[in-house]
């Protein structure tokens, strides 16, 4: 491996598992990767694949039965599940940032937008009344709310889908966090509102040097967005690595399978490569590779063994047996 | 021959004005009774010819969720016509549209809500045969298990409940009862949204196979463009209830005129970015609202190229060049 410049933040073997009364899931099952700084790293995967989770996880924001069981949250160095609730607090909003996925939902409908970005500075700033209306003013500006004075009396309810979500943002930036996690973001978005919002997003992370991890299900999203691509399937991570290779020329054939998946927009093809079958069940995953019972290549090795996370070239890694090699073709 | 399903000048209203109290308002101290009308669907126009596929593409609010269970006369139209088959069904009441409907069959978004969680999935796909056969007719059974069987089901799947089954298959047993009446025509709004991406491949190529095997048209509605390319033969663009653009899928994507269209299709992501893009269109601004429709265009107040025309006349859907109709005025060439 070539030398980084110091991550900022490292996920060390994470293991978040939910005890339920119909079994223990292992949402997220040994899941390393790091966040450079000014990286955009995108987390992408199905439903169950325990994206979510981690965004909570390096949080410190999960609730039982659910648990963080085991491995290290090294951000900035310092390992976040060893910090009280009282430190999180500290960190939460002013370290790192989160915007959730439902605009509607993750505003408070009885406090005027201007008291939910005011909140922020309130708990994580020293300026007064005055100077914290005028950052208030500048951040609801800054992701393109015009009138933003009057804006800041107004309701949730008085916003449109697209401009809470600009409000969230605003919310989730304006203690200068130097990182995002963003849990899919623009996923209850229209199409040209959702490319405004990413727009902005990547602006505001840019311009402020912050990191940002994204979470989407969306592999053309992440790939207009981010820097770093992981791929997770069943709580663990299946391939990771550069946004460009990875998408170019996929090592996992459950990579390979979701990129076949995706109607191709500009080249049309007659048929979709599908990936056959349907995510296991969590409770009861298969013996050795999870993905086994849906992969085209699947051998005898992997019904035995359970395949490790190994280097590639070009800072990439992937869990299989047998990596593909050849090139899509573009 | 004639298209299988004609829909002319098409046009969905809804009277939300609510009870007299809510309607009461007071202008300059009179007492007026307001109304408050959803423009819905104003005044769309469109063919779809046997086994033909045609994608309807938009984003929220545009209409097009609501032509669809128009045309399946869920709503009653508040005008225009619906021919199928050459008959004009659009102000049919509950009994006359009985025949009907087994030409025209409906798949649903949301396979959670569109099935009945106390029938075992052998009856769901069952009821609407029964609705239509005669009485006695043994076959019914014997057809119901072909069809799961046909949809990727096993036979075992046919005495469980819906919720014992993944989204995918819950959409799987929503096309088996779709296609057990043998229809002409099967609309399918947003069939594949609510699914992941692998799943929502399965589906799309399973909806592909059936086309082929039982000769069906789709009236395909979508958000999303990627999957509208896949499947579609021709492509309606919506936007505020008005149809702005229709043309051959290649077409449209190669050339789309509307700037709407243009600006849908540069913001959509892509995993195969095109090289060739031309520069990108990007809107400012949001929908208006379906309450009071702007003047002229319904585009112009989000066009980054209206002029003085486009308020003050409405541009109605014009063949631009074969089979590709736009409804813009920067068509005209005078600006």
Partial sequence: MSVQKQALLEVRDLKTRFYTFAGVVNAVDGVSFSVGRGEILGLVGESGGGKSVIGFSILGLIDPPGKVDDGEILFGGVDLRRKSEKELQKIRGKEIAMVFQDPMTSLNPLQTVGEQIDEMLRLHSDLDGKARRARCIEMLSDVGISEAEKRLNNYPHQFSGGMRQRVVIAIAMIAGPQLIIADEPTTALDVTIQSQILKLMKQQVREREASMILITHDLAVVSQMADEIVVLYCGKIVEKGPKQDLISKPAHPYTQGLLGSIPKLHDRQDRLTQIPGTVPDVRNLPQGCNFRERCPFAQARCAEEEPEQHALDAGRSVACHFPLEQELAP | ?335
């Fill in chain 2, 1 to 335: 021959m004639t298209a299988f399903l004609e829909v002319e000048n098409l046009e969905q209203r809804f009277d939300v004005s609510g009870g007299p109290l809510d309607r009461l308002r007071f202008e300059n101290g009179v007492p007026t009774m307001a109304r408050r009308i959803v423009h819905a669907v104003n005044g769309v126009s469109f063919e779809i010819q046997r086994g033909e596929v045609l994608g309807l593409v938009g984003e929220s609010g545009c209409g097009k969720s609501t032509v669809a269970k128009t045309i399946a006369r869920i709503y009653r139209p508040t005008g225009g016509a619906i021919r199928v088959d050459g008959e004009d069904v659009s102000q049919y009441d509950y009994r006359k549209m009985l025949p009907v409907r087994r030409k025209v069959q409906m798949i649903f978004q949301d396979p959670f809500a569109s099935l009945n969680p106390r029938q075992r999935v052998r009856d769901i796909v069952m009821e609407p045969m029964i609705q239509h056969a005669e009485p006695g007719d043994k076959t019914i059974e014997k057809r119901a298990m072909e069809l799961l069987a046909r949809v990727g089901l096993r036979p075992e799947h046919a005495d469980r409940y819906p919720h014992q089954f993944s989204g995918g298959q819950r959409q799987r047993i929503g096309i088996a009862r779709a296609l057990s009446v043998d229809p002409q025509l099967v609309i399918a709004d947003e069939p594949v949204s609510a699914l992941d991406v692998s799943i929502q491949a399965q589906i799309l190529n399973l909806m592909m196979d059936l086309r082929d095997e039982f000769g069906l048209s789709y009236l395909f509605i979508t958000h999303d463009l990627s999957v509208v390319r896949h499947i579609s033969d021709r492509i309606g663009v919506m936007y505020l209830g008005f149809m702005v653009e229709t043309a051959p899928r290649d077409k449209l994507f190669e050339e789309p005129l509307h700037p709407y269209t243009r600006a849908l299709l540069s913001a959509a992501p892509a995993i195969d970015p095109d090289p060739e893009a031309e520069e990108e269109i990007e809107l400012t601004g949001e929908v208006p609202n379906a309450f009071d429709l702007p003047s002229g265009c319904c585009f112009r107040t989000r066009c980054p190229f209206a002029f003085e025309r486009c308020s003050r006349e409405r541009p109605v859907l014009k063949e631009a060049a074969s089979g590709h109709q736009v409804a813009c005025h920067l068509l005209d060439g005078e600006t």
